[in-house]
């Protein structure tokens, strides 16, 4: 059967009857196959650019690999990661991005009760502290690596303020380049964060807040007994793609600002990958042995993020 | 919480509050806008100042020695066939998997779920060698096709959630009246779900054309570049001119920000969306 015949006898069954004059197909029949038929070109690419990527990736994992020509290794990338100590540093620098994570929430979290409070021009400002979330990452990191230069203009506030000291070149140091990334972080995240948290507490009703008024609660109370459980689903997503991104998304922030110095100390599990698999010839086994790790680990951060949301919502 | 009426100035002071955060948020970007209209002289100088006159070279510069309006044209070519592509098979498939009842359907959506937990950068090195062996390297259709197959699970996810909830009368009333598969979908699941069909279009877009990992990748040559690439690899590598990286950032900035000004509403119901089906 044609595919433009199976699309095209989609009406009523006594309608084609007429038409074709022979049994039709059975509806169910017929919508079975236009079922499959619609969503057979998204499996089609997934399966070339999706499933057989990642089986590939955990194939090469085990193979020492240069695009070209592969040599099974056994585990010897896995045992080389682990015994160099690479893998812990490059943890260490994801997990600074997660232990991050709650500061910004927090923040979040005052700024968007002080929005619900509605006072003047709280629409303009809500639309304001989005913009930097709309956008790109690279011009973020650009940006704030251009003002965080040593002759820049956050050095020269520093001088005027008499803070001299405080002025450096933030992008040698370990601890002062983290403090220009999760700086860039922040300022992106917050507009991102309040109007996921607003959107939550506007959907409480009013009626709510009214009841415990007659009760005798006070503005605390009201927060922590009403807002605050009301707003567990928002939280919930907001924490997840957070905690997600600092696994997977580090990539155009270190990229645009840090590019992983000094040396490898802001290099997190992605960035490695691309330098190993695309600037490193010949280390393609070892960055797919990385690629599987970081699988591996995001799986396990998500399953425990609903594990404790599970818990949360009952 | 706000007709409770709290003292005047506790508001005047929610008020002090939100405008510091509001001035953060916008000094930057001020700061991005008029420092690109500075000489590097005039910035080495004095890298907070205003510019003296408006200068306007560095943009001339883009425009002769970058070409940007080709790179800003390669950009937008990208992003439009990616969604174009992505809906036109996105919107059949999540009437699909809403709609129609068919053998295996929970499996093949769980399938497809699934592959929104594993970080792209996990497949990235088999993928670009697939997509040298069809010889699409240094080609617009594989940022196409990755931009496309990578938003595809996260739209259709979306989507299908959304037309769950159309009336069935009215496809029964279609076929009824004769419509066949394809009037269906153009006359009433495609008006019925375009408030889910333009929010879904207005993340993938502005998420594309912020993009770095995937057309870093795969368009090599600089004449090929997206413009996000080519701010972050030409301009940031070959000159230590600050004004003029910072007026491709501006360039770079200045879409995304205008769909936002335009579309904020979708881009908020959105996110509720996100939040509510999580």
């Known amino acids: 059967m044609a595919l433009y015949e199976v699309l095209s006898t989609y009406s009523c069954p006594v309608r084609s009857q007429s038409i074709y004059g022979v049994e039709p197909m059975s509806l169910t029949k017929r919508e079975k196959l236009i079922g499959l038929l619609s969503i057979l070109p998204i499996f089609l690419f997934l399966s070339v650019f999706f499933y057989y990527p990642t089986l590939n990736t955990f194939f090469h994992s085990f193979t020492k690999w240069d695009g070209l020509n592969e040599t099974w290794i056994g585990l010897k990338n896995y045992r080389d990661i682990f015994s160099s100590g690479d893998v812990w540093l490059l943890l260490r620098n994801n997990m600074i991005f997660v232990l991050a994570y709650p500061g910004i929430f927090l923040f979040c979290m005052i700024v968007t009760v002080l929005l619900h409070e509605q006072v003047a021009g709280w629409r303009f400002f809500r639309s304001v502290f989005y913009i930097p979330t709309i956008l790109s990452t690279v011009v973020v990191g650009f940006l704030m690596k251009v003002m965080f230069s040593y002759d820049g203009t956050v050095n020269q506030w520093l001088r005027m303020f008499k803070l001299d000291f405080l002025a450096t070149t933030w992008f040698d140091q370990t601890v002062t380049a983290f403090i220009v990334l999760i700086f860039c972080y922040y300022w992106q995240t917050l507009g991102q964060g309040v109007l996921i948290l607003l959107a939550g507490m506007s959907s409480i009703p009013e009626e709510m807040y009214d009841a415990s008024k007659i009760d005798g609660a006070n503005w605390w109370q009201r927060l922590f007994q009403i807002t605050l459980p009301s707003l567990v689903q928002p939280i919930f997503y907001f924490t997840f793609i957070n905690v997600t991104w600092a696994f997977i998304g580090l990539f155009p922030l270190i990229y645009s600002v840090t590019g992983g110095g000094p040396g490898y100390s802001t290099t997190p599990i992605d960035f490695m990958i691309y330098i190993k698999g695309f600037m490193q010839n010949g280390e393609m086994g070892y960055a797919s042995a990385l690629s599987v790790i970081l699988f591996i680990l995001v799986m396990i951060v998500s399953w425990i993020q609903f594990r404790v949301s599970e818990r949360l919502s009952e | ?278």
């Open chain 2, 1 to 278: 919480m706000h007709n409770s009426k709290p003292f005047r100035w506790i508001r005047s002071f929610i008020f002090l509050g939100l405008l510091i955060i509001a001035v953060l948020d916008l000094y930057p970007l001020f700061y991005m806008v008029y420092t690109s209209m500075k000489t590097s002289a005039e910035f080495a100088m004095n890298p907070s100042s205003l510019p003296k006159s408006l200068y306007l070279d560095n943009y001339k510069a883009l425009y002769y020695r970058f070409d940007v309006q080709r790179l800003f044209f390669n950009t937008l070519f990208c992003v439009v066939s990616a969604m174009a592509l992505s809906l036109i098979l996105a919107i059949p498939a999540s009437f699909a998997f809403a709609k129609i009842r068919f053998r295996l359907r929970g499996f093949f959506f769980m399938m497809m779920i699934a592959t929104m937990t594993i970080p792209g950068v996990t497949f990235i090195i088999p993928n670009y060698l697939v997509m040298s062996r069809i010889g699409l390297v240094d080609q617009f259709l594989s940022v196409i096709i990755m931009w496309s197959v990578t938003s595809l699970p996260g739209s259709v996810f979306l989507l299908t959630s959304l037309m769950r909830g159309m009336p069935d009368e009215l496809i029964e009333a279609v076929k009824i009246d004769g419509g066949n598969y394809f009037q269906l979908i153009t006359r009433v699941v495609i008006p019925l779900s375009m408030p889910g069909i333009m929010t879904v279009s207005i993340f993938n877009i502005t998420g594309w054309w912020n993009d770095l990992l995937t057309p870093l990748i795969y368009l090599q040559s600089d004449s090929m570049k997206t413009l996000t690439v080519a701010v972050s690899t030409i301009l940031s590598l070959h000159s230590q001119d600050y004004p003029l990286l910072l007026a491709g950032l501006v360039m770079t900035a200045t879409p995304p920000i205008l769909l936002y000004i335009a579309l904020q509403g979708f881009i908020r119901r959105g996110l509720v969306i996100g939040a509510v089906k999580a």
